[in-house]
């Protein structure tokens, strides 16, 4: 079974990513880390402290966010928060929140009536096609001893 893989890319404006994926790292968890860097600082999240968003600006203290009503987070993700800071919302809630979602869009379908723009925050077909089309360029570089695989927006057809 392959267990480990390091994939380099480049994202749209030309900025440059690693993502490295392995079950092969004893002590990790569900060791879902992100890592962002860019040239004003840095973001880091964790999934075993889901609460927490350790923000580094550049030259500065680092700031750390814990989630919770009131401090400081956007309207579109303060409404999926349902308990105040101190009491822990982890993978449980976020699968909560994405069938709340699912279902508020399949009712209001069922009603005949549509619902307004950004009011359910939901993937589509499109970022699922976006997310194969990524996984087999991975495997088509792989097959080719790891040479670079363009994907561009023009593969990606439109569904609506």
């Known amino acids: 079974m392959e267990d480990t893989a390091y994939v380099t890319f480049r994202l749209e404006n030309g900025a440059p990513g690693i993502l ?10 569900c060791g879902l880390r992100i890592r962002v860097w860019g040239d004003r600082g840095g973001l880091e999240w964790d999934q075993e402290k889901p609460e927490v968003l350790r923000y580094v600006p550049l030259g500065e203290q680092e700031q750390i966010f814990v989630r919770g009503h009131g401090s400081g987070i956007v309207p579109e993700a303060e409404r999926l928060i349902h308990l105040p800071r101190g009491h822990g919302e982890a ?15 399949v009712a209001a379908r069922r009603a005949g009536y549509a619902l307004p723009k ?9 970022d699922g096609l976006k997310g194969m089309l990524f996984i087999d360029a991975c495997a088509d570089s792989h097959e080719s001893g790891g040479s670079w695989v363009s994907i561009s927006g023009e593969s990606i057809p439109n569904f609506c």
């Open 20 to 29: 490295w994926v392995t079950q092969a790292a004893p002590g990790q968890y």
């Open 91 to 105: 993978l449980v809630d976020a699968w909560a929140n994405l069938y709340a979602e699912a279902g508020v869009a």
């Open 118 to 126: 950004d009011s359910v925050e939901l993937s589509g077909v499109e």
